[in-house]
């Protein structure tokens, strides 16, 4: 798939290589019940990709064995998997953190009324997309009546104490740009997300992740069919900043996909990028642990996509 993409002049990525092993970011499943058109996994409510419960266990002894401190559950909507709960109930009994990448609108899905409470009982830390504050951007990016469900998602959270002073329940939103572009300077975005929402629907929130779209999948058919793949490609490439590269959240996690599979990033896993150096894919249960520190880390051209102005990562800005 990635052999297909257009290749710019002077792209070759430079070489980085792994720190210590922090974090297991999970990717549940592609089944979801939005079909957004900036999601690099072509998630959708037709998909049926689902993590089971074997894979869940063998991920869990991992975590034990390996002293890992966080999973970052993703999808897809992670919580339509039916061993979500299970998976968040066993972590947290290991003190392992949960981070759920929440859409808000599952939230207000049937069958999944009591979600936000159980989130709440096991101090689930959420991200949650709202890819724009006004109604009109969001409806367009993910889908109509998506931006006034996510707002009732969000002040159940708030009542639940998420996203509130002094309390331990942190909720988190993500921006991803409209189109072409970079995101603009986090902070100030987050300023102005703030008071709109607080100042609109009472909603308040701990901090803004302004995450850059990554050029694959879904988002990359969107550019490719407006002409507009590589002049996105070289605004990456000519935006790339060095210092960027210290903190990339490849440097210290692992993806692992539905099946088991583990992969540098998640974006590696949707064009199928075997781990660091190897020549085929790697399966969790064949991982050598002690091997991963200082291991080359597998890149290519749609990895500008972090290091391009302010830097990007599932944390947000790298600076």
Not at 225 to 247: C, I, K, P, R, T
Request: charged share 15%; proline share 3%.
């Amino acid at each position: 798939m990635h052999d297909t993409l257009p290749l710019l002049q002077n792209s070759t990525f430079p070489t980085i290589h792994r720190k210590q092993l922090e974090i297991l970011q999970l990717n549940l499943g592609y089944l979801c019940n939005l079909s957004c058109t900036h999601c690099h996994v072509n998630a959708s409510p037709k998909r049926t990709e689902l993590m089971d419960k074997e894979t869940i266990d063998l991920i869990l002894a991992f975590a034990v064995q390996n002293q890992i401190k966080t999973f970052d559950l993703t999808g897809g909507a992670p919580e339509m998997n039916p061993h979500f709960r299970y998976l968040v109930t066993q972590a947290t009994q290991l003190k392992v953190k949960v981070i759920d990448r929440c859409n808000l609108v599952i939230l207000e899905e049937e069958n999944f009324e009591d979600l936000a409470e159980f989130l709440a009982q096991h101090k689930v830390e959420i991200v949650a997309s709202l890819p724009c504050y006004l109604e009109d951007n969001v409806d367009k990016q993910r889908g109509k009546g998506t931006f006034l469900r996510s707002i009732s998602a969000l002040k159940r959270l708030n009542a639940l104490g998420y996203g509130q002073e002094n309390s331990d329940l942190q909720l988190n939103l993500v921006f991803n740009p409209q189109g072409a572009n970079l995101p603009p300077a986090q902070k100030n975005l987050e300023q102005r997300y703030k008071q709109h929402l607080l100042a609109q629907f009472g909603i308040m929130f701990n901090q803004l992740f302004a995450i850059t779209n990554v050029p694959i999948q879904r988002f990359g058919s969107v550019l490719m069919s407006h002409g507009e793949f590589e002049a996105y490609m070289q605004l990456l490439l000519d935006n790339y900043q060095v210092a960027n590269l210290e903190g990339l959240m490849c440097r210290n996690t692992l993806s692992i996909d539905w099946q088991g599979f583990v992969y540098d990033c998640d974006f590696n896993q949707m064009l199928q990028l075997p781990l660091g150096n190897q020549t085929g894919k790697t399966h969790l249960r064949d991982l050598n642990f002690e091997n991963l520190a200082q291991q080359t880390i597998y890149t290519l051209q749609h990895c500008y996509a972090c290091t391009a102005g302010q830097g990007s990562s599932c944390g947000g800005a790298l600076q």
